[in-house]
């Protein structure tokens, strides 16, 4: 469902990437919110929680309704699934099933966070992994039922990073919120982030070193080729085998200097989580484990779920620039932050709609 990882050059800048997997194509929106903006989270049975942005930030969204004739999409319904702040902190979403359960009750006069609104308000407040950390030692946040999820609560866990490299994920397991410090900068999907790094103990063996020759007896083996240092990394899609391979691919790629290269680099590294249509197929008999969303199903006419890799992006956490690029397109679309710093009200384009633009769309959402 999603793999997101961090990789740190030569001289220490940190960059982060991440694929996002579904069985459909939803409608997401690249949209900036900029100093200034005004957002409202709510929780039924209690006070409404208004925040504003300190920090502007671009992000991709997905509205948390299905819109109608009377009531269409507007910028409250579009909820952040991943973004990149103008201070170098970045916020994903990824998907969790087992979050849901009981949680802790919360004094009804207090005002709560909606999980839903996680990314905007870590991405329009804070400048630093440790500023979401203490407040959310202070702001109660709740998982919230989603009718747009078929009425199930916040289905995903959180990850969150900043320029110096630090990185937290933010989960509900079963309903109870924990924050964990990520030492690996690594997240995919369940089991929870500690079973993860607890079975990274049985790799203890990964090396990028070739191994290529060795005697057996009187018999001298010989590779033919160079890649067997990857032969005991995991093969499968699953969550398990991304995480190691994630953390692999962020221990072992060159550190290169130049922070052009090291945006390549990490493009090159995200190719090896990209997932073309069919490579999986789940029957509906066999009752797989996809996000369906109300309203954007796959449609009846389809025999079979393949999940694919809807859109994949890279952050660059010291130069502010946030690259995308969609399931139709393999060249990725730039946006820089700095530049989005002029903007004074919000803006919105469709993610559909970037294929079509120039490689670098800070203009174009200027404009938009």
Known sequence: MCTSLNYTDATGKCYFGRTLEMTVDLPYQAAHFPVGASFTSEMEGHPALTYEAKHGFLAITMPDRVPTADAPIGLADLKALEGLNDQGLTFSLLSYPNASGAQQAVDVTRAVLSASDLGSWALAQFASVAEVKAALGEQPVMLQALAILGGIESPFHYVVHDASGASVVIEFNRGQMSVHDNPVGVMTNGPEFTWHLTNLDNYTFLSNVDQSAATFGSYQATQPDSGIATAGLPASNTSVGRFVRAVY????????????????????????FDRPRGITIDYPRDGGGQLEVAGLDQGSGEAYATEFTCWTNLSDLTRKLFFVRDYHGMNYTKFDLTTLAALKQPKVVPLAKLSALPDDATEALLAA
């Open 249 to 272: 691919y962020a221990q072992f790629a060159e550190k290169v200097s130049d922070p052009d290269q090291a945006v390549q680099t990490l493009a090159h590294v995200m190719n090896n």
